[in-house]
C-alpha cells in the first residue's frame, strides 16, 4: 500500500489530534531553520524516510508539474514505476529528480499549499539542498564543480587576462570550449559571461561621484554590496547604481568583503556557506551601525543575505542585523521612489523594454520591483514575463542541462520575440545571457540590446552613460 494512505486517506475537514485539518494553508509560509550542524541531518535513512513523504505528497498533489524539470522526473519515475506509486521506485533514481532542482524556490513561494506553517510541512528546495550536502559529506561532488564555486577566486585571477579569459570561453570557439566541456561539465554551446579587466571596487574608488544635494532623498546613506558577478563581470551595473543613486542624493560606499556563497549552496557546502555569512556580515556591521543601508546588486545575493543565511545561522547577531539592513536594488530605487520621491530629470527611452522578472527576485517576496523600476521613466513602454527562464545559476551551463533549460524557457524566449522591444533584460544578469541565447536561437530580433539591469535604463533616463 502506498505511504501516501497516512496523508490523504483522511477526511478534509475532519478532526486528526484535535485539531482541524484544512486542504493547504492560506497563511504566509514560514521556513524553519536548516539543521545542517545536526548530526541527523546527514542520517542517510532519514533523509531517504524524508524524501519518500514529501514525494509522495508531490505526487499525489502534482501543482507543480511545470515548474522546473524536477517534477516532471519525479512523476515520471512514478508512473513508469510497477505499483504506479512511490513504494515501487528506488531511492537509486531520487538523485535524478535532485539534479533538476535549480533552488528556484518558486513551488515554495507560489505553488505548494503544504509549505509551513501546514501540517505537513513541505520545503521541498530545502529537502534538495539537505540531499546535496549529503553527496557533499560523502565527498561526492565533483573536483571541477568545486572549482567552479571558487566565484573570487575565479574572477581575480580571469580579470588579470580577461582578453584571453573572455576569448576562451567564447561560444564559438571550436578550439577551446570542447576543451571546457570535457573538463568543467559547461556545454559547449552556453554563453558564458564575461570578464571586466577592472573591478567595480576599483572603477569606484578612481572614479570619484558627487551627491545631488537637492534631489528629495538627500540624507540616505548605503553600502552598495558589489557582489562577485558585478564586480569581476559586470561594473558597469555597479556604475550606473551609483550614478543614479548619487542623482538622487544617496551616498555610497562600494565593498565586496567575500562571496555570498550562492554557487556553494548548490553545491550543499553549508559549512562554507556559513563562513562566507560570517565574514560578510562582520565587515558590514560598522556600516550599518553608523546608518547605512546594504544594497545587494544581484537578487540572488540579497535572497542569501535577507532570507538564506538567516536560516543557516540563526544564532549569529550579525547575519540578523545585515538581514534586516539588506535590500534588493530595484527595491531600494522603488522605496526612494515612494517615501521621498525621485530627483528631476527623466526623459524617455525609446524602444520599449522586456524585462523577466527572476525567480530569485520573486522569491524576495517584495513584488515586481524591476518592473516598478522602468515604469518610472517617462512614456515608458515595458512587457513583463514572470515565468521560468529556464537558467538556474551555473545550473544551465552545464552539459546535461543546458538544453534543457533552453526547453523550458522557450515560452520566454518566444514572448520577447513577438514583442520585439528594443531592450531586454533579466534582474538576474545569467538569466538574461540564457535569454537572450533563446531569443536569438528563435530568430532573434533586429537590433534588440541585452542589459543586464533595469537600473542602467534608468541611469539613461537621466542622460547618464557608463
Known sequence: ??????????????????????????????????????????????????????????????????????????????????????????????????????????????????????????????????????????????????????????????????????????????????????????????ALPKYSTMSFERRADANPIKVNESAPGFGRKVVLYATCFTNYNDPHVGMAARAVLARNGVETEVIHPHCCGMPLLEQGLLADVAKNAKIVATAFKPWIEKGYDIIALVPSCALMLKFEWPLIVPKDEDVKLLSKATYDLSEYIIDIAKKEGMAPGMQPVPGGVSIHIACHSRAQNMGQKGAELLKLIPDSDVQVLERCSGHGGAWGFRKDNFEVGMKVGRPVFRQIKEAAKGHMMSECPLAGVHIKQGVDRAGGVENQELLTHPIQLLARSYGIEV
Open 1 to 190: 500500500m502506498s505511504g501516501r494512505t497516512c496523508f490523504w486517506d483522511r477526511e478534509i475537514g475532519g478532526r486528526t489530534n484535535g485539531a482541524m485539518m484544512k486542504e493547504g494553508s492560506l497563511e504566509a509560509p514560514t521556513r524553519h531553520p536548516i539543521e545542517w550542524e545536526n548530526p541527523e541531518f546527514y542520517d542517510e535513512a532519514k533523509l531517504d524516510a524524508e524524501l519518500r513523504r514529501v514525494f509522495d505528497i508531490c505526487h499525489g498533489c502534482r501543482r507543480c508539474f511545470n515548474l522546473c524539470d524536477s517534477f516532471p522526473r519525479l512523476f515520471d519515475l512514478v508512473d513508469e514505476s510497477k505499483t504506479g506509486e512511490l513504494d515501487s521506485v528506488s531511492s537509486d533514481d531520487f538523485g535524478k529528480v535532485v539534479d533538476a532542482c535549480t533552488l528556484c524556490d518558486m513551488c515554495f513561494m507560489t505553488k505548494c499549499p503544504y509549505v509551513p506553517p501546514h501540517e505537513f510541512n513541505l520545503d521541498f528546495p530545502h529537502l534538495m539542498l539537505r540531499y546535496r550536502a549529503v553527496e557533499a559529506k560523502k565527498g561526492k561532488i565533483p573536483f571541477a564543480d568545486r572549482q567552479l564555486g571558487e566565484t573570487d577566486r575565479n574572477g581575480k585571477l580571469a580579470s588579470l587576462a580577461a582578453p584571453i579569459a573572455n576569448w576562451a570561453t567564447a561560444t564559438g570557439n571550436g578550439l577551446t570550449r570542447p576543451l571546457l566541456e570535457k573538463a568543467a561539465g559547461l556545454h559547449r554551446d552556453a
